[in-house]
């Protein structure tokens, strides 16, 4: 099994930044992938950035220019630098990790708990 803990959430007025952090720990083969998700109340899961093994980035057009997605591969630990914050970024952004725990399984998806960021209105 994959943990992930996420840090750095908090109460931001607009225009403002956080960084949030997510560290992957346990018995962990490799990551394939490691990113952030985002839900807002009443909306779906949305990507907001996710970045692979290779250094291949995907990130959500409403992010791009403000975002910015970082990774440790050393330390299994993904960041997500958010500048210029607007109300509408107000979310739970959860971390999300592909990763493989044995070495002749498949990839699995492993989600954090979530952490809220709420952009000031």
């Known amino acids: 099994q994959v943990q992930l803990v996420e840090s750095g959430g908090g109460l931001v007025q607009p225009g403002g930044s956080l960084r949030l952090s997510c560290a992957a720990s346990g018995t962990i083969i490799r990551i394939s992938a490691m990113g952030w998700y985002r839900q807002a109340p009443g909306r779906e899961r949305e990507l907001v950035a996710m970045?692979?093994?290779?250094?291949?980035?995907n990130e959500a057009d409403s992010v791009k220019g403000r975002f910015t997605i970082s990774r440790d591969n050393a330390n299994n630990t993904v960041y997500l630098q958010m500048n210029s914050l607007k109300p509408e970024d107000t979310a739970v952004y959860y971390c999300h990790a592909r990763a493989r725990t044995l070495w002749w399984s498949s990839d699995s998806d492993y989600w954090g708990q979530g952490t809220k960021v709420t952009v000031l209105s």
């Open positions: 970045l692979t093994s290779g250094g291949n980035t």
